[in-house]
């Protein structure tokens, strides 16, 4: 483990990268971003607890598979609202004026409005979880097997 004054800074910005990481998956069809660009910020979060902690003081409190849950849960869900649109057309954005975002305003539809991305921002959401998951593993377990044998306890 670092110091506490490492550990006290990561305390404070892990949130912090996590929200923006979020806002980052949940903004991308009107920002640059998205899910993947997302899913490897909140990732980078994960990945800041390991470095400041250490990487068996993690897995005493979280465990893989929780994290291989989240990876199928974002396939999932990325599957599931690509064939949403499947009656018309592949990745439709079926969900444009439903009463799920709210109908059509009578001005018309803004391109900066949240509800005009339709389908994407779940899709984004699925891709997030997936990449977070799946980049978040593959470092941690990189990081569990590298700990010299007297570190680890």
Do not use: C
């Not at 390991?50 to 598979?65: D, F, G, T, W």
């Amino acid at each position: 483990m670092l110091s506490k004054i490492v550990r006290t800074q990561a305390s404070i910005l892990i949130p912090l990268i996590f929200v923006f990481g979020i806002y980052i998956i949940l903004h991308g069809q009107l920002t640059p971003g998205g899910g993947f660009q997302g899913g490897g910020i909140v990732a980078s979060g994960l990945i800041l607890y390991v470095v400041a902690y250490n990487s068996h003081y993690l897995q005493q409190r979280l465990k893989e598979n929780y994290l291989s849950l989240v990876e199928y849960a974002g396939a999932l869900i990325f599957i599931i609202s690509a064939f949403l649109g499947i009656a018309t057309t592949f990745f439709y954005n079926v969900l444009v004026g439903s009463p799920i975002y709210g109908h059509i305003p009578a001005t018309g539809p803004n391109p900066g409005d949240y509800w005009t991305g339709g389908v994407q921002p779940i899709m984004y959401f699925g891709i997030g979880l997936k990449v977070f998951a799946g980049v978040s593993t593959a470092l941690w377990l990189l990081a569990l097997n590298s700990t010299p044998p007297e570190v680890k306890k």
